[in-house]
């Protein structure tokens, strides 16, 4: 249902445009052709494993490959500052209750 919904979205996106598709769309297509491939070929069907299997090889050579998903990096960043405590009731004596 992924795939089929993601190039829906594709296909609406570029009626009457030359467009192509971006490099992070084909590693997309690719990780979901390669899991589908996967899928089946641990079902036992091979043909359309095989057949999945193209259509991921196909995005990830479209993609230009990639070196894997974006890492954490370290960041310096300032200490937080202390709890703040903050008393957030009315000290009105005149006891309005006029709710704004």
Do not use: N
């Given at each position: 249902?992924?795939?089929?919904?993601?190039?829906?979205l594709?296909?609406?996106?570029?009626?009457?445009?030359?467009?192509?598709?971006k490099?992070?769309?084909?590693?997309?297509?690719?990780?979901?052709?390669?899991?589908?491939?996967?899928?089946?070929?641990?079902?036992?069907?091979?043909?359309?494993?095989?057949?999945?299997?193209?259509?991921?090889?196909?995005?990830?050579?479209?993609?230009?490959?990639?070196?894997?998903?974006?890492?954490?990096?370290?960041?310096?960043?300032?200490?937080?500052?202390?709890?703040?405590?903050?008393?957030?009731?009315s000290?009105?004596?005149?006891?309005?209750?006029?709710?704004?």
């Amino acid at each position: 249902m992924d795939l089929v919904s993601a190039k829906a979205l594709v296909w609406a996106a570029s009626v009457g445009r030359s467009v192509e598709l971006k490099p992070e769309a084909h590693i997309y297509f690719f990780d979901r052709y390669s899991r589908l491939a996967e899928y089946h070929r641990a079902r036992g069907r091979l043909q359309k494993a095989r057949r999945f299997q193209r259509k991921a090889d196909e995005h990830y050579r479209a993609s230009g490959g990639f070196d894997g998903p974006p890492y954490a990096a370290a960041m310096g960043m300032p200490r937080p500052q202390r709890f703040v405590r903050t008393s957030a009731v009315s000290r009105d004596a005149g006891g309005g209750d006029d709710a704004a």
